[in-house]
């Protein structure tokens, strides 16, 4: 089953402009991470943030975690036409001590930047 | 220093045939994991392997098997192929221990027709 939910599920914006992407999750989580994916190809890992982070910045990318509404959001600043991706939101809710567990992602903010 | 590299990259199989796909983990990584990905929707969790035994499994049946070898290589086996089986196949690895960024392969599109 799908825990994290994008919204929205696309998004069509101008090279330039920033973009926001956000994340809604259900249940309690140790990290949420998001991850990109060109045209239906694997998936590059973006950013990492964990259950006591509100923020974290990356480059051109900044997350939020917001764990008291179980959500997320991720920004691109100053667009570029290689941005045009599908990005997912993915959380790691289970920890057994030994290692990561499998990631529970959403279904995808398809974005697509115009030139 | 290479990634996680899959096999085949693409592979057509008619209905209840059997299929075997192919992973080698990023160097240093231990721990794979296989994702499911439908066509417009996002990956889901088929099961996880770590010194050669599941760990842990996500809702799929008995048909979808895998192994992971000593090398820390994997297969996933999928037996009496369905239509609805057709999807992007994604390999993952992770350190077990340290951090749970995932490295993703470039996947295998299978089609059952």
């Known amino acids: 089953s799908q825990q994290g939910e994008e919204d929205p599920q696309a998004l069509s914006i101008q090279e330039g402009e920033n973009a926001t992407m956000n994340c809604s999750y259900k249940?309690?989580?140790?990290?949420l991470q998001w991850y990109r994916q060109n045209s239906g190809r694997g998936l590059v890992h973006l950013i990492l943030?964990?259950?006591?982070?509100r923020e974290k910045h990356s480059g051109r990318l900044r997350v939020t975690l917001d764990t008291s509404k179980k959500s997320s959001s991720l920004l691109i600043t100053a667009s570029r036409a290689a941005d045009t991706a599908s990005y997912f939101c993915?959380?790691?809710?289970?920890?057994?001590?030994?290692?990561?567990?499998?990631?529970?992602f959403g279904k995808g903010t398809h974005l697509i930047i115009q030139p | 220093d290479a990634g996680v590299t899959q096999s085949p990259t693409h592979l057509i199989k008619t209905r209840g045939q059997q299929v075997t796909l192919r992973c080698s983990p990023k160097?240093?990584?231990?721990?794979v994991s296989w994702y499911q990905q439908a066509l417009g929707q996002g990956p889901q969790f088929i099961f996880q392997?770590?010194?050669?035994?599941?760990?842990q499994r996500g809702n799929f049946p008995d048909r979808f098997s895998g192994h992971q070898f000593p090398n820390y290589s994997s297969e996933l086996n999928v037996n009496a192929l369905l239509l609805g089986d057709s999807a992007l196949y994604l390999c993952?690895?992770?350190?077990?221990?340290?951090?749970?960024?995932?490295?993703f392969g470039q996947g295998t599109r299978l089609t059952v027709v």
């Open positions: 993952a690895s992770t350190r077990a221990r340290g951090s749970t960024e995932a490295f």
């Open positions: 249940t309690s989580i140790n990290n």
């Open positions: 943030i964990r259950s006591n982070e």
């Open positions: 993915a959380t790691d809710d289970r920890y057994s001590g030994g290692g990561a567990d499998g990631l529970t």
């Open positions: 160097s240093g990584h231990d721990t």
């Open positions: 392997y770590y010194e050669e035994e599941e760990r």
